[in-house]
């Protein structure tokens, strides 16, 4: 049975990264969520909301066997092909507000605040000869390559473009699904449209000031930092004559939701209940309402898009709509003419139905859980170009043999075709 599931937030939320220690410190002064929680959140609170479901969360041995159909036996490490018990598959989590999915795009448009009637513009891709001694940001030699430009005028005869560099920061956007983006789509400082929708009125960040406690309940030296959460909380502009513009919350537009799709296997003689209620997640416990739907569609959730066919002067454009783990990366490389894309570093606790019986506690000698191997996966929004169809069809193959990560959201992507400059 496959089902739809939002999540609500309902207090600020904060979404864990892999921290990596600052100056020698063993915390970063500022603590700042992430926009999106990794998969591996999404798996662990649908395993616990089914141990809760059937009584299992304080599991004696005699119940093992059962939670192990339930839930699986571990919970995700990158070798495990066995599946989460009744817990088929999962989508990747994207954001969703009145029955639209808007996909998170960080690589299309960037900053250009020198022009006030377009202060965003979109990247154009340009297919060239290679010049003695030109760098240009492409991970292979080629015969030829590929670079990001931008104009500042109108398309023209006699417009010039200006090679990309890389200090104009990109502009992170929520975008349609079905959406193809276009110069158009951004023609003033708001940024927001049907179809556009800048990211930072959409998620909030909100700080709060935190404090360590030693075990002993004395405070460490190093103990004070700032701690950033998110709410997804839409804005609008109360005046724009400011610098920067002040915005206003608007609560009763405030129907911003996560959501993702799960397949559940009813043949392991357990239910899935669909009751709307409200959960926890994340280190500081934060509170979603958490909605289900039964979802009639044939379609598997994990259906592999189409590759449409190129015209002429065209490239595909493959769009990660998660963040991708790829552990074949020198072949992987070697067939885009251009990335241009971020990486994000990935670390997920692992616990052991049959071992684990301190779930607060790390480390497995203590009967807690423990940790998997730092890995670094492209983030979602990152795009790829391909010129021609058997060089993608080769990158989508090493993308779905990650089997592990598919399965539980992970290496998602939409296919799209774009035109390119040729100078």
């Given at each position: 049975m496959k089902y739809n599931i939002t999540l609500?937030?309902?207090?600020?939320?904060?979404?864990?990264?892999?921290?990596?220690?600052?100056?020698?410190?063993?915390?970063?002064?500022?603590?700042?969520?992430?926009?999106?929680?990794?998969?591996?959140?999404?798996?662990?609170?649908?395993r616990y909301q089914a141990l809760a479901q059937y009584g299992f969360l304080s599991i004696p041995n005699s119940a093992k066997p059962d939670a192990r159909k339930l839930i699986g036996k571990s919970s995700f490490n990158a070798g495990n092909t066995n599946g989460y018990g009744a817990i088929q598959k999962i989508s990747s989590l994207q954001i969703h507000k009145g029955g639209d999915n808007y996909l998170f795009r960080s690589r299309d448009y960037f900053n250009l605040t020198e022009d006030k009637a377009h202060p965003v513009r979109k990247s154009w891709l340009e297919l060239a000869g290679l010049k003695p001694g030109e760098f240009v940001q492409a991970l292979i030699p080629k015969d030829h390559f590929a670079q990001l430009i931008y104009r500042k005028n109108a398309i023209s005869p006699t417009c010039v473009p200006e090679p990309w560099i890389e200090k104009n920061e990109f502009k992170e956007l929520l975008i349609l699904d079905d959406h193809i983006p276009a110069e158009t789509d951004i023609d003033s400082s708001s940024v927001q449209s049907k179809f556009?929708?800048?990211?930072?009125?959409?998620?909030?960040?909100?700080?709060?000031?935190?404090?360590?406690?030693?075990?002993?309940?004395?405070?460490?030296?190093?103990?004070?930092?700032?701690?950033?959460?998110?709410?997804?909380?839409?804005?609008?502009?109360?005046?724009?004559?400011?610098?920067?513009?002040?915005?206003?919350?608007?609560?009763?537009?405030?129907?911003?939701?996560?959501?993702?799709?799960?397949?559940?296997?009813?043949?392991?003689?357990?239910e899935f209940n669909p009751t709307k209620r409200f959960i926890t997640m994340g280190g500081e416990q934060s509170v979603f309402l958490l909605s289900a739907e039964p979802n009639t569609n044939a379609?598997?959730?994990?259906?592999?898009?189409?590759?449409?066919?190129?015209?002429e002067q065209e490239v595909y454009k493959l769009l990660l709509t998660s963040d991708t783990f790829i552990s074949d990366e020198e072949q992987f490389y070697q067939l885009p003419v251009l990335v241009n894309g971020s990486t994000v570093r990935f670390r997920n606790f692992i616990s052991k139905v049959d071992t684990t019986k301190q779930y607060y506690v790390r480390g497995e000698r203590k009967q807690g859980f423990g940790q998997s191997t730092p890995s670094y996966l492209l983030k979602r929004g990152s795009l790829l170009y391909f010129t021609d169809k058997g060089s993608l069809n080769n990158a989508i193959q090493l993308i779905n043999q990650e089997h592990a990560f598919k399965a539980i959201g992970y290496n998602y992507y939409k296919i799209e075709t774009e035109k390119y400059h040729q100078l």
């Open positions: 609500k937030p309902v207090t600020p939320y904060f979404w864990g990264m892999e921290q990596v220690s600052e100056l020698g410190n063993k915390r970063n002064y500022y603590l700042e969520s992430a926009l999106f929680p990794q998969q591996t959140a999404i798996l662990g609170m649908l556009v929708i800048d990211v930072e009125k959409v998620i909030q960040r909100t700080g709060r000031v935190g404090i360590e406690k030693a075990w002993e309940g004395n405070t460490k030296p190093n103990a004070y930092y700032k701690q950033y959460f998110r709410e997804l909380q839409q804005t609008s502009v109360i005046t724009a004559e400011t610098q920067p513009a002040i915005h206003k919350k608007m609560m009763l537009d405030a129907n911003w939701k996560f959501s993702f799709k799960m397949e559940w296997d009813e043949t392991t003689g357990f379609e598997p959730i994990d259906i592999l898009p189409t590759i449409p066919d190129l015209k």
